[in-house]
């Protein structure tokens, strides 16, 4: 049942199906234990949903538990109550006395706990790449536990989230309306003189107002709109100026619902433009094209890059870059799962379910392209999760 705050959006059931599958990675991998700081793991796995990660916390798995254990702040506590069916055993406070202290740190209270079980001598894994896992994290853990033993479990529970079950590919659709409805909204805005801060302003509101029956969620990366020069580089943000009389504009955004993300890019051409971006843009259309032609179960990661690098490549065109990754579930600073990528030498195999992020921009010297597409892949190919023309969008 859903709480006062709109969570409760899975299945008791669901959960304990994610957790069996994890726990299964766990006997492969030879771990006992799994340490848990990526925010979107302590939400898969639990449903814990809160602005928290910016101090330690974590999410504790062991074999031999029927549920997770939540470990976090003190005055966060009650937002796990909240957010998460765990019982009041499993949601451990550590002492607000320990945050941003110089010394003494969170995590030396998580080994305490841990202890405390009798999981001292343990195999624990831990996420070395995730963004809140500190080195200070991982120094106080390793000092507490000197008789376990430590390995990084390479992002095991991203792994596990690839492939999205139906009720988490109902909330991407809903993320991809949203991202459809706020990228609509930012074009119809975009116009010679505008100041850039108000394009991105319409943004903000479409995102969190949403769609009819799906209210929108704070994305897990801001928008990101490169002007001119800037389109040459992907990851600028937006300033006061007004947009040109001519030239380019690269908009990057996402709907997200319930943390479930969907993103998409468009470029807008201000003005009548020259044939080389005409051309270059219906490269990269068809290049997605053929990307997401590929894109079905039993074919590879490397191969649905490769469909789209063909078509780059008989156009003159190259991107050095990855095309893809997996997006879902996220919390800042990335929309991104940080497991499979659409690239050469990546041989995942692609499944039903699993949904990409299809990055398909071209960035030269002195401006860039980018349309790109976020899918779920399919027995019929790769399916568009949003719904906007897909074109160089000319604004003359």
Same mark, same amino acid.
């Given at each position: 049942?859903?709480?006062?705050?709109?969570?409760?959006?899975?299945?008791?059931?669901?959960?304990?199906?994610?957790?069996?599958?994890?726990?299964?990675?766990?006997?492969?991998?030879?771990?006992?234990?799994?340490?848990?700081?990526?925010?979107?793991?302590?939400?898969?796995?639990?449903?814990?949903?809160?602005?928290?990660?910016?101090?330690?916390?974590?999410?504790?798995?062991?074999?031999?538990?029927?549920?997770?254990?939540?470990?976090?702040?003190?005055?966060?506590?009650?937002?796990?109550?909240?957010?998460?069916?765990?019982?009041?055993?499993?949601?451990?406070?550590?002492?607000?006395?320990?945050?941003?202290?110089?010394?003494?740190?969170?995590?030396?209270?998580?080994?305490?706990?841990?202890?405390?079980?009798?999981?001292?001598?343990?195999?624990?894994?831990?996420?070395?790449?995730?963004?809140?896992?500190?080195?200070?994290?991982?120094?106080?853990?390793?000092?507490?536990?000197?008789?376990?033993?430590?390995?990084?479990?390479?992002?095991?529970?991203?792994?596990?989230?690839?492939?999205?079950?139906?009720?988490?590919?109902?909330?991407?659709?809903?993320?991809?309306?949203?991202?459809?409805?706020?990228?609509?909204?930012?074009?119809?805005?975009?116009?010679?003189?505008?100041?850039?801060?108000?394009?991105?302003?319409?943004?903000?509101?479409?995102?969190?107002?949403?769609?009819?029956?799906?209210?929108?969620?704070?994305?897990?990366?801001?928008?990101?709109?490169?002007?001119?020069?800037? *389109?040459? /580089?992907? $990851?600028?943000?937006?300033?006061?100026?007004?947009?040109? %009389?001519?030239?380019? !504009? =690269?908009? #990057?955004?996402?709907?997200?619902?319930?943390?479930?993300?969907?993103?998409? *890019?468009? /470029?807008? $051409?201000?003005?009548?433009?020259?044939?080389?971006?005409? %051309?270059?843009?219906? !490269? =990269?259309? #068809?290049?997605?094209?053929?990307?997401?032609?590929?894109?079905?179960?039993?074919?590879?990661?490397?191969?649905?890059?490769?469909?789209?690098?063909?078509?780059?490549?008989?156009?003159?065109?190259?991107? #050095?870059?990855?095309?893809?990754?997996?997006?879902?579930?996220?919390?800042?600073?990335?929309?991104?799962?940080?497991?499979?990528?659409?690239?050469?030498?990546?041989?995942?195999?692609?499944?039903?379910?699993?949904?990409?992020?299809?990055?398909?921009?071209?960035?030269?010297?002195?401006?860039?392209?980018?349309?790109?597409?976020?899918?779920?892949?399919?027995?019929?190919?790769?399916?568009?999760?949003?719904?906007?023309?897909?074109?160089?969008?000319?604004?003359?």
């Amino acid at each position: 049942m859903a709480t006062a705050n709109g969570f409760g959006t899975f299945t008791q059931a669901e959960y304990g199906q994610r957790l069996a599958g994890v726990k299964t990675r766990m006997q492969k991998a030879g771990f006992d234990l799994i340490v848990c700081q990526d925010p979107a793991n302590m939400c898969w796995l639990t449903g814990y949903d809160g602005w928290s990660f910016y101090v330690p916390q974590c999410v504790l798995v062991h074999l031999e538990e029927d549920r997770p254990i939540w470990f976090g702040r003190a005055q966060d506590a009650k937002s796990a109550r909240l957010t998460t069916g765990l019982p009041e055993k499993n949601i451990v406070p550590f002492s607000e006395r320990l945050v941003q202290q110089p010394v003494e740190h969170p995590y030396d209270e998580l080994a305490q706990l841990i202890r405390s079980r009798g999981w001292g001598k343990a195999r624990i894994g831990v996420e070395m790449d995730a963004h809140y896992y500190t080195a200070r994290c991982h120094a106080h853990l390793v000092q507490g536990l000197p008789d376990a033993h430590f390995a990084n479990n390479h992002d095991l529970v991203n792994w596990a989230r690839l492939v999205k079950s139906e009720a988490e590919m109902v909330l991407i659709r809903e993320a991809g309306a949203i991202c459809t409805h706020a990228m609509n909204r930012a074009i119809e805005k975009m116009r010679p003189g505008v100041p850039q801060n108000h394009v991105i302003a319409e943004i903000y509101h479409a995102q969190i107002m949403g769609v009819p029956g799906a209210g929108g969620d704070y994305a897990a990366i801001c928008p990101l709109m490169p002007v001119g020069e800037g *389109t040459s /580089t992907p $990851h600028l943000t937006w300033s006061d100026a007004p947009l040109p %009389d001519s030239g380019l !504009a =690269i908009l #990057e955004i996402a709907g997200v619902r319930r943390r479930y993300h969907a993103a998409l *890019t468009r /470029t807008v $051409h201000f003005g009548q433009p020259p044939q080389a971006i005409l %051309d270059m843009a219906k !490269a =990269i259309v #068809e290049g997605v094209d053929a990307g997401l032609e590929k894109a079905r179960p039993g074919n590879t990661a490397e191969e649905v890059e490769a469909a789209w690098q063909a078509v780059l490549q008989r156009n003159g065109l190259k991107k #050095e870059s990855r095309v893809g990754y997996p997006v879902g579930l996220a919390y800042p600073p990335d929309w991104g799962e940080r497991t499979a990528s659409l690239r050469p030498g990546d041989t995942t195999e692609m499944q039903p379910g699993m949904c990409f992020h299809f990055m398909a921009g071209v960035w030269l010297d002195d401006f860039g392209i980018a349309i790109s597409e976020s899918f779920v892949v399919t027995d019929r190919g790769g399916e568009r999760l949003c719904d906007v023309a897909r074109e160089l969008v000319v604004i003359d």
